[in-house]
């Protein structure tokens, strides 16, 4: 069996190699009473998650866990141990893991950071990997596991577990067989309540932390944090997460992408919006939020014949007045989550992960959709048959998913200090070209933030340029500027590599 040592792996992201393995990875011989060693990397929250699908399917087994909170990682070995019979062996550095030939899938729920160089190191040392969106922190990043799990001929599934919703599944062939009339235009919806993670300050790392293998690709900010809870509030924290445009966002606009069709990245990508009201909130106009990922943000995707706005909504969404959308999500106040795909004859709606709501052009009912399904159960399936056809969420469709989170990002970073008035705002948005009503949009987000006690005039929204992108070559056009954001700087031994060099 091919495998990559710990110093190859050390020296090989330091210099960025460009081949790692030679040969194809050979994996365990498999008979009819054997399992796929899994290995999960990142056992918190979502990484649970992971280990209980592992556990429920009898073709796996967890035979390593990786998770640098040692407190943590005694937990979870102690809870497989008592489901499986077995402790798996426990990694605060994943890439002695990865040499074990127990392992044969790797299965990532770290920080967003993370997600492509645990992907790339995973297929480099010839396992097949399951991905958590994002799947990239960056949009190069996304295309280097895409090229990994070609050269590699891996299996490699992104975590929208939709993908797999028997739901969205019949609604999306309710649409392709004609079911609302023609289909160009789609509205992804976090209308989710997010409260401040805190004041920006100085904090201690939580003792029993490895935190430079947490940190990882990442700047080493030892040995302070700039956020107060270590764990789950770095989605709000850019060096890290990606705000819930880029947490929240991958699961809708892939569903979207999926309804409408869309195979490529957009043509022409805008962003608006800001981290805004937690200073009405906390009753203090000097008051600094640890997070700087917006809170309120409004996307707009161009592609041609096609498109798409991703709106996210931070603060309180209780007592909504968008009449149309309480109507199509049945819901007059409280979050909003999913997908509103608009057609010439009428409506579907994506409500929940497992509910699916058809309308006619007068919002009445017309068919209902419900069920869920088994996401990991189709990657594991995938392993066994080695057929990436076989895969509901292949990672190019998280490629492609996780990037539009990161192309509105770019936008929003570009404009973050032009900050304009609503009418400025206005004048912009009459000469973008959207498929929706871009000034009702506009109009339904500022309703939103004075709603929540946003003095515009005293902090105003923050609008991004219209960036043209070339969805071929991954790069802006005419803008080194915006370019910069397509990777980031990485610590040496964790780079992840470009596409061309995996």
């Not at 997460?241 to 880029?246: A, F, K, S």
């Not at 203090?284 to 096609?306: F, M, Q």
Request: charged letters at 25%; glycine letters at 10%; a neutral charge.
């Amino acid at each position: 069996m091919s495998r990559i040592t710990r110093r190859r792996f050390v020296k090989q992201s330091a210099v960025a190699a460009s081949t790692v393995i030679a040969a194809p990875y050979v994996a365990r011989t498999q008979d009819a009473n054997s399992k796929l060693g899994a290995c999960v990397v990142g056992c918190g929250g979502r990484g649970g998650s992971h280990i209980g699908a592992y556990l429920g399917d009898s073709r796996t087994e967890i035979t390593a866990i990786v998770e640098v909170d040692k407190k943590q990682a005694d937990a979870r070995a102690s809870q497989i141990a008592g489901k499986q019979g077995f402790k798996p062996k426990v990694y605060a550095d994943m890439r002695e893991a990865f040499e074990l030939p127990q392992v044969d899938i790797v299965s990532t729920a770290t920080p967003n950071h993370w997600h492509a160089l645990v992907g790339v190191w995973a297929m480099q040392a010839g396992k097949d990997a399951y991905v958590e969106k994002p799947v990239s922190h960056n949009v190069w990043e996304g295309a280097a596991l895409v090229a990994a799990s070609r050269k590699y001929e891996r299996m490699a599934q992104v975590g929208t577990q939709c993908r797999s919703s028997a739901a969205v599944r019949d609604a999306i062939q309710f649409m392709n067989e004609g079911g609302i009339g023609e289909v160009n235009f789609a509205r992804g919806l976090c209308y989710k309540r997010r409260k401040s993670i805190g004041a920006l300050g100085d904090y201690d790392i939580p003792a029993g932390v490895d935190f430079n293998q947490w940190s990882g690709p990442a700047t080493y900010t030892d040995p302070k944090l700039t956020r107060s809870r270590f764990h789950y509030d770095w989605h709000w924290q850019r060096h890290y997460g990606n705000g819930d445009l880029g947490n929240q966002g991958p699961h809708q606009t892939d569903i979207a992408r999926w309804g409408l069709g869309i195979d490529s990245h957009p043509n022409t990508i805008v962003s608006y919006g800001g981290r805004l009201g937690y200073q009405a909130e906390r009753k203090d106009e000097d008051y600094v939020d640890a997070g700087d990922t917006p809170n309120t943000i409004v996307t707009l995707y161009d592609y041609g014949e096609k498109s798409i706005v991703f709106e996210t909504r931070g603060l309180s969404v209780d007592n909504s007045d968008d009449e149309e959308l309480n109507t199509l999500f049945k819901s007059t106040k409280g979050n909003k989550i999913g997908v509103v795909f608009y057609g010439s004859e009428g409506y579907v709606v994506q409500v929940s992960y497992s509910h699916c709501i058809a309308y006619d052009k007068d919002l009445k009912v017309i068919k209902e959709f419900k069920g869920g399904g088994d996401h990991f159960g189709n990657f594991v399936s995938a392993c066994i048959d080695r057929d990436r056809s076989k895969l509901n969420g292949e990672i190019r469709e998280g490629h492609l998913s996780a990037s539009m989170a990161h192309l509105g990002t770019i936008s929003y970073f570009l404009g973050e200090q032009n900050k304009v008035s609503i009418s400025e705002a206005e004048k912009v948005l009459e000469g973008v070209k959207s498929r929706d009503n871009n000034l009702e949009t506009l109009d339904r987000t500022v309703k939103h933030l004075k709603k929540n006690g946003v003095d515009l005039d005293k902090y105003p929204i923050a609008f991004g340029p219209a960036l043209k992108f070339d969805p071929e070559k991954e790069v802006f056009i005419g803008n080194k500027a915006a370019d910069k954001y397509l990777t980031r700087d990485y610590r040496e031994p964790f780079v992840c590599p470009t596409a061309d060099k995996v």
